[in-house]
């Protein structure tokens, strides 16, 4: 800016820090994307039994950001980065069986889960309304789709595996357009790995969920 103006308009500031926020979120998404498909790549032999601490661990380096994120940036992000990497590790063995039996699958619910994380994370991040009480009729929708897995493992119900997946979709259709939506309104750079984190979620489950409609569809 030009040396005679001493400062700029807090709208400028804003944007900024908005357009900082942005670049660095997404930029830790992409990372933490990379450290998954490398720890999916190291656990691809690996048993399940591991696959399922590695989980454990996964969840617990998560839990640990939010205590971390106010305290030491750089630990916030060593964690989040060992988020994505155990994550990896830990569905590796899924990504293997499905590479295995029908790796097209992998292919089409990639591109799918693009097009899907484009299409509601741009309506999020443009949209006015406050989606605050939309996260939170999600969130309970998902301990109700839980609850309905858990049913699903005991009772054969037809369709029951696709009804899943479909209603997990819409489910986190809300979540992406919330976190987007929290994105685009935080100003905090220091939240950066905290939503990165949460759209590095929406973004894995929804892959999985395409993941079982696709794989359903080519049986």
């Given at each position: 800016?030009d ?46 039994g ?14 640990a ?79 109700a ?49 905290l ?25």
């Amino acid at each position: 800016m030009d040396s005679t103006y001493p400062y700029q308009p807090a709208g400028v500031v804003a944007r900024d820090r908005g357009h900082t926020l942005f670049a660095q979120t997404m930029a830790y998404v992409a990372g933490t994307t990379g450290l998954f498909a490398l720890g999916a790549y190291l656990g691809r032999n690996l048993s399940s039994g591991i696959a399922f601490v590695a989980y454990l661990v996964a969840f617990a380096a998560l839990i640990a950001m939010q205590f971390t994120v106010r305290k030491s940036r750089q630990t916030t992000v060593a964690l989040l980065a060992a988020f994505g990497l155990l994550m990896g590790v830990a569905l590796a063995p899924t990504l293997v069986y499905y590479a295995n039996t029908d790796p097209q699958a992998l292919w089409q619910a990639g591109a799918a889960t693009a097009l899907f994380v484009a299409a509601f994370g741009a309506a999020g991040y443009a949209t006015r309304r406050d989606l605050t009480a939309l996260a939170r009729v999600c969130f309970w929708a998902l301990v109700a789709l839980l609850v309905f897995g858990i049913v699903l493992i005991f009772v054969n119900i037809p369709y029951g595996s696709l009804i899943y997946s479909v209603l997990g979709l819409v489910i986190f259709a809300g979540f992406i357009m919330f976190d987007f939506q929290r994105l685009r309104r935080s100003r905090d750079v220091n939240s950066a790995p905290l939503l990165a984190a949460s759209i590095f979620l929406d973004i894995l489950n929804v892959f999985l969920f395409f993941l079982r409609i696709f794989r359903g569809g080519n049986r």
